[in-house]
């Protein structure tokens, strides 16, 4: 796939800018780059809007809204936008395809939600949520830090008679489970690399709490709950200053019928909804989602499933106050998170998220050392052997391990233009499948001086109906097709005329029976509407069509 700048590294702010404003400047009829907020540390986060202008403003086309890195370590997510942004712009007339997408559709894409985390993420060896800021006081232990000063934090293991592991003695690299029955013998406690800071109980060590603990993707209005229940979810709903820009540019452009927020590191995509069985929600609703994904799953091999059946371990507990639910839940919006990468899946030994919390230890522990053994072999350079350091705390220890980073949270560089192609491809796709408006036939007939028959069909060709959801008419949030005439007296019919829902074709029912394929009934896709109207001779009629999901569409006859 053709781009103008390569997708082999992590870009810092500065890259972002830089390149988003040369595609501002080089297509100035296809590129539009805002500021929505500038953070505590004085950077930018961006929000690109994609479409042919000379073909009709963005928010009169359908809409597909994509996002990345709102959490700080997630920086795949901000590279698949840019990658986006750029397959789109440097292809537009060369590819067809493209130059369609551009001038019928609008994308707004958002990068980076967290500017100041992922700075800090990719230029320090610190981890954190979604940003450098601290959150809640937390108490003390073994907190991160690079303590032998490589640029990465990796893990830290001592002699601890005590302790829960021991070495395999085939691979000193490899820590196994110590048994039950097991009471001699060198066992090891096996923690962070860090600094150990003082805490009530000077005997038994535990690691410290990460203190940069805000969680931008739980600080949304719907299913938030305060710290007690969601750790880092903010004072209140859309108190963080990047969450409440990315919430109200959504909502000043109502034509978004679809939404993708990219994230890591499970290679999946998730639907809501993620408070609540899949069971009990809407059947519609969850057939559009799977029908969708399944886009998805061809493009990238990532499985496409409920993120309350398939993504959460506590049922009970459960996270919420994301996005995803925000969008779906509120305002019908089709909404995916989509889990870039997954290093479990390339070893070989593929997960779900509720393995990776109940699981049992020895399939943990054979799955880090498929990482280890994958990681040796691809990029050797990303591990770093066990080497004795004196702790200033603890004593003699030892650091090891590979680099977290870029190797099982985020691709290595050398394979993440292949995570970024593979999206670009379900993005595009996911935009085809946005409701559009269009007018099928309109013609007139003479009945007799100066008195017509005006016969108008309209129609949306497309797969989401443009009321997009079931959801979205039980909130009461979606809007009808209206359709306007102009030009003539009117004998019979309204000037403006409402239609609740022009159904896409994901709505007809098809079934096979007795060995044949056969449809129960259509969509109920297209409307006919019909005018008795009074005018002169050669003066001309225009009908006009709009929904905001849909686009607008027009045509006019002359008599």
Not at 124 to 132: I, L, N
Not at 223 to 246: C, H, N, T
Not at 410 to 422: A, F, R, S, T
Request: glycine share 6%; hydrophobic share 35%; with cysteine.
């Amino acid at each position: 796939m053709k781009t103008t700048f390569a997708y082999d590294h992590y870009y810092l702010h500065e890259e972002i800018k830089k390149d988003l404003e040369h595609f501002a400047r080089r297509y100035p009829d296809l590129c539009e780059v805002q500021t929505i907020c500038v953070t505590e540390k004085g950077l930018e986060e961006f929000a690109v809007i994609l479409t042919n202008q000379k073909t009709g403003s963005d928010i009169s086309k359908p809409a597909l809204y994509v996002d990345g890195n709102i959490h700080a370590g997630e920086v795949t997510a901000s590279m698949v936008c840019m990658y986006l942004i750029d397959y789109l712009l440097t292809n537009y007339e060369s590819d067809p395809n493209v130059t369609k997408l551009l001038d019928t559709e609008a994308l707004y894409v958002l990068p980076r939600i967290s500017p100041d985390g992922a700075e800090a993420y990719l230029s320090t060896p610190a981890f954190m949520y979604s940003a450098d800021r601290d959150w809640k006081e937390v108490e003390g232990g073994i907190s991160p830090e690079d303590i032998d000063k490589d640029g990465v934090i990796r893990m830290m293991r001592f002699k601890d008679p005590y302790g829960v592991w021991k070495l395999d003695p085939k691979d000193p690299d490899r820590l196994l489970p110590r048994q039950p029955d097991e009471r001699e013998g060198d066992f090891y406690s096996c923690y962070p690399e860090g600094e150990f800071q003082p805490y009530d109980d000077q005997v038994n060590l535990k690691q410290r709490k990460m203190h940069w603990g805000m969680n931008f993707n739980r600080n949304f209005p719907f299913g938030w709950y305060p710290d007690g229940r969601e750790p880092g979810a903010g004072e209140y709903p859309l108190s963080f200053p990047e969450v409440k820009a990315q919430a109200q540019f959504i909502l000043a452009h109502p034509n978004i019928g679809g939404v993708a927020a990219m994230h890591t590191t499970a290679g999946m995509i998730l639907y809501p909804p993620g408070t609540m069985s899949e069971a009990k929600a809407d059947p519609g609703d969850m057939k559009l989602f799977k029908e969708i994904g399944a886009m998805g799953t061809q493009e990238t091999g990532y499985p496409t499933v409920n993120i309350f059946d398939a993504f959460l371990a506590d049922t009970e507990n459960y996270s919420s106050g994301a996005l995803d639910d925000w969008c779906y839940e509120t305002m019908g919006i089709p909404a995916y998170t989509v889990e870039l990468w997954d290093l479990a899946n390339k070893v070989g030994m593929p997960e779900d998220m509720t393995a990776r919390i109940s699981g049992g230890l020895d399939i943990k522990v054979d799955r880090f050392s498929a990482y280890v053994k994958w990681i040796k072999e691809h990029c050797p350079e990303a591990w770093h052997p066990w080497s004795e350091f004196e702790h200033p705390v603890l004593g003699k220890v030892e650091i090891g391990g590979y680099n977290y980073k870029f190797t099982q949270q985020n691709p290595p560089g050398d394979m993440l233009c292949e995570v970024c192609e593979n999206i670009a491809r379900f993005m595009i796709r996911f935009a085809k499948a946005l409701p559009k408006i269009e007018i099928t036939k309109l013609e007139a007939k003479k009945l007799y001086d100066n008195t017509y028959e005006i016969c108008c069909v309209i129609g949306n060709n497309a797969y989401l109906s443009t009321n997009l959801t079931n959801k979205a008419f039980k909130m009461k949030c979606a809007e009808p097709v209206k359709v306007r005439i102009e030009g003539a007296a009117l004998l019979s019919g309204k000037e403006i005329t409402e239609i609740e829902s022009l159904e896409g074709y994901s709505q007809a029912a098809t079934r096979v029976f007795y060995g044949e394929v056969v449809d129960s009934h259509s969509a109920r896709s297209r409307k006919e509407l019909k005018w008795i109207v009074k005018a002169e001779e050669n003066s001309c009629i225009k009908v006009s069509v709009s929904q905001i999901k849909a686009g607008k569409a027009e045509k006019e006859i002359c008599l």
